[in-house]
C-alpha cells in the first residue's frame, strides 16, 4: 500500500528556514508529478511548489525565489527547502504524488506537517 510521511515542519521565526522531507513507499515514484501545497485556516489549499517526473519546477506566485524543491527518486524522497520564512507562511503543508499521464491517474496526498511562522 502507498504512504507518505512528511516531517520537517515546526515552529520558526521570521526569516528563519525548514526543510520539508516527504518519503514515499508502495510506489513507483519516479513516475509521479509531486507537489506541495499548503492550507491556512479559513483559506483554500493552495500549491507551493511542484516538481514533474522529469525534473522541472513551478513555484506559487508568493514563493518569490524563497523556496526550493528537489527530488531523490533512488530514495524516493522530496525535499522541500524554505528560506526567508514568513508569518504569512504558516499553513498545514501536505505532500502530494500524482500521475498525470496514461489510463490511470492515481493522486495520494501526506497526513500534513504543520509549519509556524512567529513574528
Known amino acids: 500500500q502507498v504512504q507518505l510521511v512528511e516531517s520537517g515542519g515546526g515552529l520558526v521565526q521570521a526569516g528563519g528556514s525548514l526543510r520539508l522531507s516527504c518519503a514515499a513507499s508502495g510506489i513507483t515514484f519516479s513516475i509521479f508529478d509531486i507537489g506541495w501545497y499548503r492550507q491556512a485556516p479559513g483559506k483554500q489549499r493552495e500549491l507551493v511548489a511542484i516538481i514533474s517526473s522529469g525534473g522541472s519546477t513551478n513555484y506559487g506566485d508568493f514563493v518569490k525565489g524563497r523556496f526550493a524543491l528537489s527530488r531523490d527518486n533512488a530514495k524516493s524522497m522530496v525535499s522541500l527547502q524554505m528560506n526567508s520564512l514568513k508569518p504569512e507562511d504558516t499553513a498545514v503543508y501536505y505532500c502530494?504524488?500524482?500521475?498525470?499521464?496514461?489510463?490511470?491517474?492515481?493522486?495520494?496526498w501526506g497526513q500534513g506537517t504543520q509549519v509556524t511562522v512567529s513574528t
Open positions: 502530494n504524488l500524482a500521475k498525470t499521464t496514461g489510463k490511470s491517474r492515481p493522486n495520494y
